[in-house]
Structure formats: structure tokens, C-alpha cells
């Protein structure tokens, strides 16, 4: 935990996904006051029209980013809003997609759900980004 998805139809070279799964992984460290390296980045690629959001004139299509992020529970409404507006940032700068064509979706699930390193999940602590 915590698990972040990039759903795009976009299709960068390997670097860039690598670079922009770093940069995601660092804001989340930063954002939700915890270590970027606990953070999993994975990124679904689909066919060109197979992901849209239909808010254009006469319903078209327009294409969208969306990024999926399961995180534990605990944060302040403030610190989930910032990493949805670094995320966005992050996206279409990596992308090459309109920041308004991107959509983040915060899950968050109590500790006990989440299994990982071979047991359940600590709680969340703002102790985690001091290493305290």
C-alpha cells in the first residue's frame, strides 16, 4: 500500500513511465506524509477511444487520464486534495494531456484490509515521513 493506477491511452517509451512512476511515488511520499518507496505504480494502457469521458459538444468523446489510488485512511481532506492536484500536474506534464482531461479517484481503506512485506498493513502515522 499504497497502489496507484494510470489509466491512459496514451503510450509513453518505458523512461518516461519510469520518471513519471517515480515523480507519482515521490508526491504521494511527500503529500500523504509517508516514504515514496512503500508506493506500487502500476499503468493500464488502453486502444485509442476505449477510455473517454463524453462532455463535449453532442456528447463526443474526449479522451481522459485517470489515476486510481488506494491509500489507508487517516490523511486530512487537505493533504488528499494536494496529491490529486500534484497528480494531475505530474500526468499531463509526463503525458502530454490537458490537466482538465484528468481525473484522480482517492480509495481509502482501514489498515486491516491491506496486506503487504508478508502481514497486515501498520496503521497510518504522520511519524512515517520522519522514519521516527
Given at each position: 500500500?499504497?497502489?496507484?493506477?494510470?489509466?491512459?491511452?496514451?503510450?509513453?517509451?518505458?523512461?518516461?513511465?519510469?520518471?513519471?512512476?517515480?515523480?507519482?511515488?515521490?508526491?504521494?511520499?511527500?503529500?500523504?506524509?509517508?516514504?515514496?518507496?512503500?508506493?506500487?505504480?502500476?499503468?493500464?494502457?488502453?486502444?485509442?477511444?476505449?477510455?473517454?469521458?463524453?462532455?463535449?459538444?453532442?456528447?463526443?468523446?474526449?479522451?481522459m487520464t485517470v489515476v486510481t489510488?488506494?491509500?489507508?485512511?487517516g490523511r486530512a481532506p487537505e493533504?488528499?486534495?494536494?496529491?490529486?492536484?500534484?497528480?494531475?500536474?505530474?500526468?499531463?506534464?509526463?503525458?502530454?494531456?490537458?490537466?482538465?482531461?484528468?481525473?484522480?479517484?482517492?480509495?481509502?481503506?482501514?489498515?486491516?484490509?491491506?496486506?503487504?512485506?508478508?502481514?497486515?498493513?501498520?496503521?497510518?502515522?504522520?511519524?512515517?515521513?520522519?522514519?521516527a
Amino acid at each position: 500500500m499504497p497502489f496507484v493506477t494510470v489509466h491512459t491511452s496514451r503510450c509513453p517509451e518505458v523512461a518516461v513511465r519510469r520518471a513519471l512512476g517515480a515523480r507519482l511515488a515521490k508526491a504521494y511520499g511527500e503529500h500523504m506524509q509517508t516514504t515514496h518507496r512503500i508506493v506500487n505504480v502500476a499503468f493500464s494502457f488502453y486502444e485509442p477511444d476505449d477510455m473517454a469521458r463524453y462532455d463535449a459538444a453532442g456528447d463526443a468523446a474526449q479522451e481522459m487520464t485517470v489515476v486510481t489510488c488506494d491509500v489507508r485512511v487517516g490523511r486530512a481532506p487537505e493533504a488528499v486534495e494536494a496529491l490529486g492536484h500534484a497528480f494531475t500536474a505530474l500526468c499531463a506534464e509526463h503525458l502530454a494531456i490537458d490537466p482538465l482531461r484528468v481525473a484522480i479517484y482517492v480509495n481509502e481503506h482501514p489498515a486491516y484490509q491491506i496486506y503487504r512485506d508478508g502481514g497486515r498493513a501498520p496503521e497510518w502515522s504522520a511519524d512515517e515521513s520522519t522514519g521516527a
